[in-house]
């Protein structure tokens, strides 16, 4: 994959508008379209981006930026870090629709409110890169990732602010700052970030490749 960053991203969200079930969905349920708003599905296979465009008490239909790992059961995890176990109901290209399988606080979910700050979406993986600075050059573990910066442990003497770039096969060279360090964990921002389409590709890649492959 190349190095195609772009800086930053716009807000992705929309003051939500109600509108009625979708052929796909027979639920009673109002649906509100929350247009487009980035949340993560957890799989046994990993954790992958997708886009939800509306949401109700009972079910969310999205869009993927490729195809979904097999298994019906997963969690779906919003940007307030809440997470809700899903079922997967229908699936047409890389749009589909699940089943919440508790009730949803859809008035919480639309306002964004949640036990902790709002955040960017991490990417739980353990990604073995190569850490390269002015002073030394060494191994690191990236514990997760996001479209704007990443959480790794190494042993190497790294100081607050000092840039570093990281290598990784299936990783675009990445030059970033040491945000903040404890023992041998460092939290690093990147210099340019990641659209979010090309975050959610990247993140596949790095997980599982043949959800991608042509």
């Not at 109600?18 to 980035?38: E, G, M, T, W």
């Not at 700050?117 to 573990?141: D, M, N, Q, W």
């Not at 607050?160 to 360090?181: E, F, G, S, T």
């Not at 964990?185 to 599982?208: I, N």
Request: hydrophobic fraction near 40%; charged fraction near 25%.
């Amino acid at each position: 994959m190349g190095q195609t960053h772009r800086q930053g991203d716009p807000a992705i969200s929309a003051l939500p508008r109600v509108q009625s079930n979708a052929p796909h969905d027979k639920r009673a349920a109002p649906r509100y379209s929350l247009l487009i708003r980035p949340a993560k599905l957890i799989f046994s296979r990993g954790e992958f981006l997708c886009v939800l465009r509306d949401i109700s008490e009972t079910g969310v239909s999205l869009r993927c930026f490729h195809r979904l790992p097999s298994g019906s059961r997963m969690e779906l995890e919003m940007q307030n870090g809440d997470r809700h176990p899903v079922a997967r109901i229908w699936q047409e290209g890389n749009h589909a629709g699940f089943r919440f399988l508790d009730p949803l606080d859809v008035d919480r979910a639309i306002a964004g409110q949640g036990d902790f700050p709002k955040r960017p979406l991490r990417i739980g993986i353990h990604l073995p890169v190569e850490v390269v600075s002015p002073l030394a050059s060494g191994e690191g573990l990236i514990g997760n990732l996001s479209q704007q910066g990443a959480r790794m442990q190494t042993t190497l003497p790294l100081a607050i602010d000092q840039p570093v770039r990281l290598r990784a096969r299936h990783l675009p060279d990445i030059r970033a700052k040491v945000r903040w360090r404890k023992g041998e964990e460092h939290g690093l921002v990147f210099e340019t970030t990641f659209a979010l389409p090309e975050f959610a590709l990247l993140a596949a890649t790095l997980q599982c490749p043949a959800l991608i492959a042509c």
